[in-house]
C-alpha cells in the first residue's frame, strides 16, 4: 500500500510542482513558469533569458534567440537552428548529442536516433547503443533486438533496462511483463533471479476484472508478493481481487498481511483500494476506524469514500466536506454544491494547493486523463489549459493527444482566479 500512495504522491506533485513552489503567476508549462516578469525553471529564476523569443520546447527543455536550455541551465554551444530532441533527456544538433546538458561525446549526430516507444530507453547510432541515461552498452549492435519495452537482446545476452541478466539462456528466454521474464531454467524479476520460482509452473496472477498486475505472482509451490514468497498461501486458489488484494481458498489479503475479513460477505468497489464485510471496512491493510459499515462506499479514483456522517481519504477523515453533498464526476473531480474540486491525491495528502477550481458546476463534460471542460474553458489537473478552447476538445481521441501534448510541456496553465 505504501508503495502505491508514494507513486501517487510523486504524479500530483509533477503536475501541481510549479504552483507549490509559489511559481503559480503564470504558469508555462509544469515546470517553466512567469513570475515578476521573469522566468523560472521550478524554482530557480533565469535572468539572462530573452523573454520575447523564449519558447517551451518540453517539459525540460526551452530556447531563446541566443539559447537552448535545459532545465535552467544552458546547454553551451548547441546550434539553435538544428536542435531536436531525441528522447525525454536525449537531443542532438548537427554537431553534437546531449544527455541534459552534457555532450555524449562520441555519439554520432547523424545517425542518432531513439529506439522504441514513447518513451524511449534504448538510443543508437551507427556504431553503438546507448541507454538513456547516454551510456554506451557493450551489446553487438548488429543482432540487437527489442523483446519487450524493457528487454532486448543481441546474439550473446539479454538486457533488462541496460544491465545485463546474468546466464539467461537467450534462446528460451520470455519477456513475460515490464518486470518479470523467464527461460527454460530460471525467472526473473528486473535483472535478477527468483531463486525459488518454477519456470515451467510460474505466472503473473491476474485481477479478475482489469488488466493484469504485477503485485503478485505464483508457481505450482509458492505464491509470491513482489518477488517475496508468501508463505502458507495456497497457489492453486490464489487469485487477486481489486488493485492491491488477493484471496485463496483460506484468506484474503493485502500485499503480505491476513486481512480480518469475512470471505463469504466482502466487498470492493471498481478502483478496488478500500475493502469492507458487514462489519469493517480497511484501507489497504489499514482499518478505517469509526466508520459506518453499511453506508461506506468508495468515490472514484483518489483513495476517497464516504459513509453517512464522513468522507475519508485513506484512513483519515476529512472534516470540512459534507459527504451528503459530495458528488463524483470522473478522475480526480468531484462536485461539491455547485463547485468543481480537484482532489489529486496530493491536495490530500499535505500539500499546499487549494481544491476548488474555476471550472463552471453547472456546465462541465469529463472528458477522461484529467481533461474537463465547460463552456468557456479546458482543464488539466484543475488547471486551466490557456491555448485549447472547448471545441478542440470533443472525442476520446482529442483527448489523447491533447494529454500528450501536455506530457511533453506544450501547452500552458493559466493561474486560478479563486
Given at each position: 500500500?505504501?508503495k502505491?500512495?508514494?507513486?501517487?504522491?510523486?504524479?500530483s506533485t509533477?503536475i501541481s510542482?510549479?504552483?507549490d513552489d509559489g511559481?503559480d503567476?503564470?504558469?508555462?508549462?509544469?515546470?517553466?513558469?512567469?513570475k515578476?516578469n521573469?522566468?523560472?525553471?521550478?524554482?530557480?529564476?533565469m535572468?539572462d533569458?530573452?523573454?520575447?523569443?523564449?519558447e517551451?520546447?518540453?517539459?525540460?527543455?526551452?530556447?531563446d534567440?541566443?539559447?537552448?536550455?535545459?532545465?535552467n541551465?544552458i546547454i553551451?554551444?548547441a546550434?539553435?537552428e538544428?536542435?531536436?530532441?531525441?528522447?525525454?533527456?536525449m537531443s542532438?544538433?548537427?554537431?553534437h548529442v546531449y544527455?541534459r546538458?552534457?555532450?555524449?561525446?562520441g555519439?554520432?549526430?547523424?545517425t542518432?536516433?531513439a529506439?522504441?516507444g514513447e518513451?524511449p530507453?534504448?538510443?543508437?547510432?551507427r556504431?553503438?547503443?546507448?541507454?538513456r541515461?547516454?551510456?554506451?552498452l557493450?551489446?553487438n549492435i548488429?543482432k540487437?533486438r527489442?523483446?519487450?519495452?524493457?528487454?532486448v537482446?543481441d546474439?550473446?545476452?539479454?538486457?533488462y533496462?541496460?544491465?545485463k541478466?546474468?546466464g539467461a539462456?537467450i534462446?528460451?528466454?520470455?519477456?513475460?511483463?515490464d518486470t518479470?521474464s523467464k527461460?527454460?531454467?530460471r525467472?526473473?524479476?528486473?535483472?535478477?533471479v527468483?531463486?525459488d520460482?518454477?519456470?515451467?509452473t510460474?505466472v503473473i496472477?491476474?485481477?479478475?476484472?482489469?488488466?493484469k498486475?504485477?503485485?503478485?505472482?505464483?508457481?505450482n509451490?509458492?505464491?509470491y508478493?513482489?518477488g517475496?514468497?508468501?508463505?502458507?498461501a495456497?497457489p492453486e486458489?490464489?487469485v487477486?481481487?481489486?488493485?492491491?488484494?488477493?484471496?485463496d481458498?483460506?484468506?484474503?489479503?493485502e500485499?503480505?498481511?491476513i486481512?480480518d475479513?469475512?470471505?463469504?460477505?466482502y466487498?470492493i468497489w471498481?478502483?478496488?483500494i478500500?475493502?469492507k464485510?458487514?462489519t469493517k471496512v480497511?484501507w489497504?491493510g489499514?482499518?478505517?476506524?469509526?466508520?459506518?459499515?453499511?453506508?461506506f462506499?468508495?468515490?472514484?479514483?483518489?483513495n476517497l469514500?464516504?459513509?453517512k456522517?464522513?468522507?475519508?481519504?485513506?484512513?483519515s477523515?476529512?472534516e470540512?466536506l459534507d459527504?451528503a453533498l459530495?458528488?463524483y464526476?470522473?478522475?480526480?473531480?468531484?462536485l461539491?454544491?455547485?463547485?468543481?474540486?480537484?482532489?489529486?491525491s496530493?491536495?490530500l495528502?499535505?500539500?499546499?494547493r487549494?481544491?476548488?477550481t474555476d471550472?463552471?458546476?453547472k456546465?462541465?463534460v469529463?472528458?477522461g486523463?484529467e481533461?474537463?471542460?465547460d463552456k468557456k474553458h479546458v482543464?488539466?489537473a484543475g488547471?486551466?489549459?490557456?491555448e485549447?478552447?472547448p471545441?478542440e476538445?470533443n472525442?476520446?481521441?482529442?483527448?489523447?493527444?491533447?494529454?500528450?501534448k501536455?506530457?511533453?510541456?506544450?501547452?500552458?496553465?493559466?493561474?486560478?482566479?479563486?
Open positions: 500500500m505504501r502505491f500512495l508514494v507513486t501517487l504522491i510523486l504524479v509533477v510542482c510549479s504552483k511559481m503567476d503564470n504558469i508555462l508549462n509544469g515546470t517553466y513558469a512567469k515578476f521573469i522566468i523560472h525553471y521550478k524554482t530557480n529564476p535572468y533569458v530573452d523573454k520575447k523569443t523564449f517551451i520546447l518540453s517539459f525540460d527543455y526551452a530556447k534567440n541566443e539559447h537552448i536550455y535545459f532545465g541551465k553551451a554551444g546550434d539553435i538544428s536542435f531536436v530532441l531525441v528522447g525525454d533527456y542532438k544538433d548537427k554537431n544527455y546538458e552534457m555532450i555524449l561525446e555519439a554520432d549526430p547523424e542518432f536516433f529506439i522504441g518513451i530507453k534504448y538510443f543508437s547510432d556504431k553503438k547503443i546507448y541507454n541515461e547516454g551510456k554506451p557493450n551489446i548488429s540487437f527489442i523483446l519487450l519495452e524493457n528487454y537482446i546474439d550473446k545476452n539479454v538486457y533496462d541496460g544491465r541478466i546474468s539462456d534462446n528460451t528466454f520470455e519477456p513475460l511483463s518479470y527461460d527454460s531454467n525467472v526473473y524479476m528486473e535483472n535478477r527468483l531463486e520460482a518454477n519456470p515451467a510460474f496472477v491476474a485481477d479478475q476484472s482489469r488488466k498486475s504485477e503485485i503478485y505472482t505464483k508457481d509451490r509458492y505464491v508478493y513482489y517475496e514468497i508468501m508463505e502458507g495456497d486458489t490464489f487477486q481481487i481489486g488493485n492491491i488484494y488477493a484471496k481458498k483460506n484468506h484474503i489479503y500485499s503480505k498481511q486481512l475479513i469475512d470471505m463469504k460477505n466487498k471498481e478502483n478496488g478500500y475493502i464485510d458487514k480497511y489497504g489499514t482499518p478505517v476506524e469509526g466508520v459506518d459499515v453499511e453506508t462506499e468508495e468515490l472514484g479514483e483518489e469514500a464516504k459513509d456522517n464522513h468522507v475519508y481519504s485513506g484512513d477523515v476529512l470540512k459527504p459530495l458528488k464526476i470522473g478522475g480526480p473531480y468531484y461539491y454544491k455547485n463547485n468543481i474540486l480537484y482532489l489529486g496530493a491536495s495528502l499535505g500539500k499546499k487549494k481544491l476548488e471550472i463552471d458546476g456546465n462541465y469529463y472528458m486523463d481533461l474537463i471542460k482543464y488539466y488547471q486551466r489549459l490557456k485549447v478552447k471545441e476538445l472525442t476520446a481521441d482529442d483527448a489523447r493527444k491533447l494529454k500528450k501536455i506530457i511533453d510541456g506544450l501547452l500552458g496553465i493559466q493561474k486560478q482566479r479563486k
